[in-house]
C-alpha cells in the first residue's frame, strides 16, 4: 500500500487535536480548583459570622450575668467590630476570587473551542484519507481484475 500523501499533515493533525485536548482538561481542571478555593473561602467567612454571633451571644451573656464589667464591654465591643472588618475583608476576597472563576470559564471556553476545531480539522482529514484508502482498494482491484484477465486471455489462447 503507497503512502498516504497527507501523511504528515494528518500526524501535525492528530499532535494538535491531542494538544488541545490536554489543554482543554488543564483548563478544567483550573477551573475546578478556582471553584474549591471559592468555596471554602464562602464557607470561611460564614464560619467567621457564626464566630462572631457566638462570641456577641456569649458577651452579652456575660454582661447580663455580671460576670463582664461594662469596662469589660468597650473592649468586646471593638473586638466584634475588628471581627466585621475581618469579614468585610473576607468578602473582599471572595469578589476577587468569584473574577478569578470567571476568568478561569473563560480560559475553559476558548480551550474548549480550540479543541472543537482541532477534531473537527482532524476528522476531515480522516474523512480524506478514508475516502482515499476506498478509492486506491477500488483502482487495485480494477487493476487485479486487468491482470486475471489478461491470464484468462493467455490462457484461453494458449489452449487453442
Known amino acids: 500500500m503507497p503512502q498516504y500523501r497527507l501523511q504528515t499533515l494528518y500526524e501535525i493533525k492528530e499532535r494538535k487535536e ?9 483548563a478544567q481542571a483550573a477551573l475546578r480548583q478556582q471553584e474549591k478555593l ?5 464557607a470561611e ?3 467567621m459570622i457564626q464566630d ?7 458577651y452579652s451573656q456575660k454582661l447580663a450575668s455580671g460576670e463582664m464589667k ?26 476577587a476570587q468569584k473574577e478569578q472563576v470567571r476568568a478561569a ?7 474548549q473551542d480550540a ?4 477534531t473537527q480539522d482532524l476528522k476531515a482529514l480522516q474523512k480524506h484519507k478514508e475516502k482515499w484508502l476506498a478509492d486506491w482498494k477500488k483502482e487495485m482491484a480494477i487493476k487485479e481484475e486487468d491482470v486475471m484477465d489478461e491470464v484468462g486471455q493467455v490462457i484461453f489462447n494458449a489452449k487453442r
Request: aromatic share 6%.
Open 18 to 26: 491531542k494538544e488541545a485536548k490536554d489543554a482543554f482538561a488543564a
Open 38 to 42: 471559592l468555596e471554602d473561602m464562602k
Open 45 to 47: 467567612l460564614e464560619r
Open 52 to 58: 462572631r454571633h457566638r462570641r456577641r451571644e456569649e
Open 70 to 95: 461594662i469596662t469589660d464591654q468597650s473592649a468586646a465591643y471593638r473586638f466584634i467590630e475588628r471581627l466585621k472588618e475581618k469579614e468585610k475583608e473576607q468578602e473582599l476576597k471572595i469578589e
Open 105 to 111: 470559564e473563560k480560559d475553559v471556553k476558548r480551550a
Open 115 to 118: 479543541f472543537i476545531v482541532a
